[in-house]
């Protein structure tokens, strides 16, 4: 069974521009989130998606959003980058949402993005 | 609000001793969840551990232990016999009635041969 997976790995960017990551969940998983990881702040929640809404959303500005297609996969965009948007952004899947927020969460390797 | 403190930012013991890592959480909510992830050097996030609020039963599986406490809100995790392959940031997470998992800090964990 294929895991998470992430796109592009590692990517390098300039101030100013914009970036986009793509996640693909494990099959039969309809639940993405997503999360910044940083030296600094640590692991952040971003936003989470679960059948193409958004669920929950993390204390990010607007220049942070996200979407969930019909296929489960999800992209993440950054807009204006900034030197602090230098992270590694790691998405996890999981079998379903749940009131109690009990979900069990698969992690992908991640995409380092490194802002110059 | 919630939180999670992890207080041990590194630990450093050699093979074949045993290791506790700590982790304290903060919630008023009366029904949440914990976790126990892995972060190898790799960088993806394993899981470990899940439990609920409800379940204060101590856990243990294979070299791994858990210690989950509500009357001092800790939930530590406990390695028998450690072996370099356990080397690591270990990260305890909460979530509870906003439905976001906060993290700790992460505890750096060294095995040393």
């Known amino acids: 069974k294929a895991g998470v997976t992430q796109t592009p790995r590692y990517l390098i960017k300039t101030r100013g521009q914009q970036v986009t990551l793509s996640c693909s969940p494990i099959s039969g998983h309809r639940s993405v989130s997503w999360y910044q990881q940083t030296p600094g702040q640590g692991l952040q929640f971003l936003f989470e998606y679960f059948s193409e809404t958004q669920r929950n959303k993390g204390n990010f500005p607007g220049r942070f959003s996200g979407r969930q297609f019909s296929n489960s996969r999800s992209e993440m965009n950054v807009s204006t980058l900034e030197l602090g948007d230098s992270a590694l952004y790691l998405c996890?899947?999981?079998?379903?949402?749940?009131?109690?927020?009990?979900?069990?969460?698969?992690f992908g390797a991640g995409s380092r993005l490194t802002v110059l | 609000a919630q939180k999670v403190t992890q207080a041990q930012t590194e630990i450093s013991v050699v093979e074949k001793e045993d290791v506790t890592l700590d982790c304290v959480y903060e919630t008023r909510d009366t029904t949440y969840y914990l976790f126990w992830y892995k972060q190898p050097p790799s960088g993806e996030l394993v899981f470990l551990i899940r439990r609920n609020s409800f379940d204060e039963q101590n856990e243990i599986s294979g070299r791994y232990s858990w210690n989950f406490q509500k009357s001092t809100s800790s939930f530590n995790f406990t390695i028998t016999a450690s072996q370099v392959v356990d080397s690591a940031v270990y990260f305890c997470a909460l979530r509870s009635s906003n439905y976001q998992l906060i993290w700790g800090a992460g505890t750096k964990l060294i095995i040393k041969p």
């Open positions: 996890a899947s999981s079998l379903q949402v749940t009131v109690s927020g009990a979900n069990v969460l698969t």
